[in-house]
C-alpha cells in the first residue's frame, strides 16, 4: 500500500492534498513513508513531555488542583 | 455441445449468486463508523490511504470520513456524539478530560511530528516574532500546542507575546494567509513548508527538533468503547493492518 506502493502512495496524496507539483509530493511522500511505523504505540518519552508541557498550562490556568492530576499522570 | 453450454451457463449462474450473496453479506454486515480528519494534511494521509485501499470494507466498516477544522473542534464534535473516532492532539485530550469529558487516546501513528514555523524572510529569530500574527488551523489544536510549546521553550511568552490567528484546518490556507500577508508566521506540516519554502519563505522552526511528540493520537470516548466495542475494535484492526502494510 503506502510505503510499499510508491505510485499508490503518491495517487493518494495527489487525490487527498490536490496537490499537482511533483517535487512537493514526492519529498511528502519520502518524509512521510518513512515515518509511518509498523506499530501503533507512542514512546512513553513522548507522552511524558506532552503532559509536563499541559501541566504547567494547566497550573497556570487551574491552579493547584490541576497539578495533582498531572503529578498523578507523571508518576 | 449443448450439454456443454448448459453445464457453463449452469456455473456462470452459481458464481453470480455465490458474489451476489457475499456482497449482499457484506453490505448487511457493514457497521457505519464517523471517522474525523481535523486537517487534511499529510498527518492524517493514513486515514486516507485506508479508504482508498478498501481496508474498512475489509473489516466490515462504512466508513463516512468527515473533514473538521482542527482538534479543537474535532474533540467538540467527538464530545457530542457527532463523530465514532478521530485523531486530536494529545493536548487537547487533557484538557478536555479535566474539564469532565471522557475520550481515550487508543494509539499514536509518528513518532514525531513533522513541523515546522515558516516566517517572513524578515523574521530571523524568534525574538522577531514579538508582536506578530502567527496562523494556526484553531485554537486548542495541534498546531496552537505546537506554536506555543516552542515559543515558550524560545523564551516568548505565547499569551502576550505572540497572537494566534485561525487561518485553516489546511496546511494550504495556512500558506495562503502568509503569502496574502494576513499572518507574519504560520504553523505548517508538508507539503505546506515545502511550497512556502518555494515562496520565498523561512523556517523559523522545526518542531520535530524542539519537542518530543508523538503524533496523529486516534481517539475516542470510553462511553463508546463500551457501547460499542466491537466497531471501535474493527477500526484498530483496520488501523493497525494499514500499519503493517504502510
Known sequence: MFKTNR????????KTLRVTDDELVNESYDIFSKMFHSNALSQSSGDEDKLRVRRDDAQRR?????????????? | MAHFKSTVAVVIGAACLAFNASRLRTEQAAQKIRV??????????I?????????????????EVITVMGSGIGSKALISGNLDIIPIATPTVIAANLAGADMAILAHTMPAVVHALMVRPDIKTPEDLKGKKIGVSSLGSLTDFLVRSIAKKKGLNPDRDITLITTGGSDTERVMSLKAGAVEAAAVSHPGYGLARKMGFSMLWDSAKELDYPWMEITTRRAAIKNDRELITSYMKAHLERHRVV
Open chain 1, 7 to 14: 505510485d499508490f502512495g503518491i495517487k493518494v496524496i495527489k
Open chain 1, 62 to 75: 487551574l491552579g493547584s488542583q490541576a497539578g495533582r492530576v498531572y503529578r498523578s499522570q507523571l508518576s
Open chain 2, 36 to 45: 474525523g480528519v481535523p486537517s487534511v494534511g499529510m498527518g492524517n494521509i
Open chain 2, 47 to 63: 486515514i486516507f490511504v485506508t479508504k482508498e485501499g478498501k481496508l474498512f470494507e475489509k473489516y466490515g466498516l462504512d466508513a
